[in-house]
């Protein structure tokens, strides 16, 4: 029988997963099936539940069940537990482990397919919330230095640098001189895309966690005319983690080259 796997969220309806997994089960030819599973806000669990009770061999997780999914799993691993968040999970025996994908598939998107240097840049994440929990360790790892968070409320700012042992601002406040910022608030595709002074963004590689197909997020159309040197949404960063919850689910690391461009070109 296929295997069954799905993206859960509300709304899922725009989700670009089952496209993104389709497209990796061809490459590698797997033989699956990934589908779109809406439940409502408070329904997680019962929704997931009936999904792996009816055969669902995996999820990935997206807004707004991140940190439900968190909680309702069996086990994480280590990416999960240190960012208190779960996108991807997997069936391991009679129990279910939660992982998160997220911080290789943003640290991969910046590094491989990007060529952005990590190692010895000054990062800025903007926003304080679960997708700005998922990123700062990763970062560190992968060699960020100065890491600062940067949000609205800033008393939130200061207690998730507490938790990760980096620095906190309030966003009004931030300077210039970063190599990469990071816009990590749920500020998305609405408004001017303006969160931060100018001299914060330029002279910076400035990466937005949202996407949009045409690539120009509010963020990223911003900080491209206050003279950022490179912008990038955050196309690639979701077809990294689909590569990577792929892996964990099949055993089989899926080729990403080329998805983007083409999932681009069909909006
Ligand atoms: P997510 O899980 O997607 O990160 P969240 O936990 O609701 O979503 O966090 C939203 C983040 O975006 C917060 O950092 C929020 O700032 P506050 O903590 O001050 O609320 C930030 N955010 C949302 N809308 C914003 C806006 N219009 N301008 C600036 N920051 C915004």
Request: some cysteine.
């Amino acid at each position: 029988m296929t295997d069954r796997y799905a993206v859960i969220g509300n709304p899922v309806d725009h989700s670009l997963s089952p496209r993104i997994h389709a497209a990796f089960a061809a490459r590698a030819r797997e033989d699956i099936e990934y589908g779109r599973l809406e439940a409502p806000t408070d329904g997680f669990a019962g929704a997931a539940h009936r999904f792996f009770a009816e055969g669902g061999q995996g999820l990935n997780v997206t807004l707004p069940f991140k940190l439900d999914a968190w909680q309702w799993v069996d086990s994480h691993d280590d990416a999960a537990a240190a960012s208190g968040a779960v996108n991807t999970i997997v069936v391991d025996g009679n129990a279910k482990r939660g992982c998160n994908t997220d911080g290789i598939g943003l640290i991969r998107d910046l590094l491989d397919n990007l060529g952005w240097h990590l190692d010895g840049a000054r990062t800025l994440v903007l926003g304080a919330g679960g997708a700005a929990q998922g990123v700062i360790e990763p970062l560190k790892r992968g060699g960020a230095v100065d890491v600062t968070i940067a949000n609205r409320t800033q008393s939130k700012a200061e207690a998730l640098a507490a938790r990760f042992d980096v620095a906190s601002a309030g966003l009004g406040e931030v300077g210039g001189g970063w190599d990469v910022i990071l816009n990590a608030t749920a500020a998305g595709l609405a408004g001017t895309g303006g969160l931060v002074a100018p001299e914060v963004v330029a002279d910076g590689r400035c990466y937005d966690l949202f996407y949009a197909l045409d690539g120009a997020t509010p963020f990223c159309r911003w900080a491209a005319d206050q003279g950022a040197k490179e912008v990038s949404d955050g196309l690639g960063m979701l077809i990294e983690q689909a590569a990577a919850a792929f892996l964990l689910w099949r055993g089989v690391r899926p080729d990403t080259g080329g998805i983007e461009k083409a999932l681009r070109s069909s909006a």
